[in-house]
């Protein structure tokens, strides 16, 4: 979805330095370096050096977070994990179930239990402990949170919101057990980061309603902009789509063939991770089903994991309507591709700790071979977000990797994060779709003709000119998929030998992880028609937009990946090592920047809604080649391999 720089692209705090490199919390004890102390090196945050104290929250205020243990033997996890995801091994699909994943890796269970007694008897509050061992979640009130840890919880002024965190190192008791101080990886949540003020009991009404401006068309070059000034190709540019339909988007990317031979994903299960539920999903996918010719959910196809009606929190902070679009955004496009695939929709109680425990929760209890997740930092940048929150997504995303669980995330909608220029210091990846054992999905621009076929596809890198005065304006960048060199990552074994080294050394000497690993559609001019309950001026009811964004590439790619799966009989799971084993074979599309500019033209309602307040228009030109990642042969930072080709659907090997 395309929404920079707003919370719906964010998680909560993140980072640490590399898949094989040193993290900054591991797994041996914390260092004492207070007497009497055992002191978690690390744990204050960085960002309140630049926040605004703003006094404390109240002693008796709840706060909930978790314990992160340490995995054991993460060295020979991810050594296992090269064996069991590379299509040329013996081992190659061989992943391991729950049961196996918890008696070679996970903690002790002895030991899990020694960490939880411990808190329960700091007078802190059981949540719950993840099956796998690595996560116990618990709340507890600030005091006791003060006392425990030996800190001072306060509140901050921090980018025009208060927030609350640790004001000092973490650290636990002199007589803290030593199971607890030699287990413990990272305490996340009571740096809040991004959070901001109390709960709230129930969920919003939907948000405000949107509609794609007319005259749109229907394909690719079916309307042109003639009473619009000419591009500055000399020619009068085509209107924008006003949004393509799951049927366009199933024959141009393959999957209509694979139905028709009744390879529809059926037998495999996608879950879709956001935060909050919209109340109205339920009726919006049936009425988009029905008018889009996709089969209605068969009893047991469609189910929701979602927390309990006064569960939720920081609904206004996190524009918990605005989630709504997102989940159902996700939802249809997954159904669009593999309409025989299960869905789970699985809700957080917010769009910080929340999201990031469902998503672990997800991953842990095996709720589903898929997992796409439209969401992410935006960034990669150590002291704005926390070691010990990446700590946690790195062992929770290995865990899915080695039990065969496809993890895709969205790469971001800011390209390189330059604003279309060329600086340096400002370019930047988003975590966690940088993490080395996910599956980064980038962004293309696409033009399906009449007949449902690509016409073209390029990289979606978007810069527009308005209309002013009979005349088009200064280009200037608006957005693109995200892609880049990781600094937190250093580069893994399926990307050796792959990625150029002009990309995967951007920023050093070392080989770094690269995003994306694969494309799909995700220019907004392009994007999906998305059913919807919206409020409008005339009421609240269902109606339909047009959206893009990585946040439709990753649910896009999902489906694909459910047909992909049941064709080979087993779960793919960990895809990333295939993906690269393919790179020039029919099997993806190697995406190339065009050989001369494309331009299209675009209406937009003032108001949003309906053109009584009238129009503004502006040309876009697709792919424009102004950031630092462009598209080459072979792999690239703009689509990493491409997107899915020919022979897709069969390029793992099946299993029996």
Known sequence: MLIPSTLRYRITAVVAVGAAAVSVLGAAPPASARPGRHTISGSKP????????????AAASTIQFGLLLAMRDQAGAESSLAALSDPGSASYGKWLTGTQFASRYAPAAADVKSVSSWLTGQGFQLRDTLAGGLYVEASGTTAQINKTFGTTVRDYTYEGKTVHANSTDLSLPEDAPAVVTGLLSGVIGIDQGSLLKEPADTLPPPGAGFRAATPCSSYYGEKTATTLPKAPDGKKAPYVVCGYTPKQYQEAYGATDQIKKGLDGKGVTVAVTDAYASPTIVQDVAKYNKKYGLPAFKRGQFSQITPPADGYAYTEECDAAGWYGEETLDIEAVHAMSPGANIVYVGGTDCVT??????????????AD?????????????ELLGAEAVKFYQLFSLEAALTGI???????????????????????VSFPSDLPFVTSVGGTSVGIDKKNNRVWEYGWQNAYQSLSNNAWGASAYSSGGGGGTSILFEQPFYQKGKVPASISKYFSATPARTTPDISMPGDPNTGFRVGQTQEFPDGTYYDEYRIGGTSLASPLLAGLQAVANQKARHALGFVNPLYYAKLGTSALNDIKAPKKAVYEARANYVNSVDPSDGRAYILRQVDVQTTTIHSTPGYDAETGVGVPGEKFFSAAPSRW
């Open 46 to 57: 960085k960002w309140i050096a630049r926040a605004q104290q703003a006094g404390t929250p």
């Open 354 to 367: 929340g999201l990031d425990e469902a998503w672990a929760e997800t991953i842990d209890n095996h709720v």
């Open 406 to 428: 496809t993890v895709d995330f969205s790469s971001g909608d800011a390209g390189d994060q330059t604003a279309g220029g060329t600086d340096l210091a400002a370019k930047s």
């Open 370 to 382: 898929i997992i796409t997740n439209s969401w992410g930092s935006g960034t990669d940048d150590i």
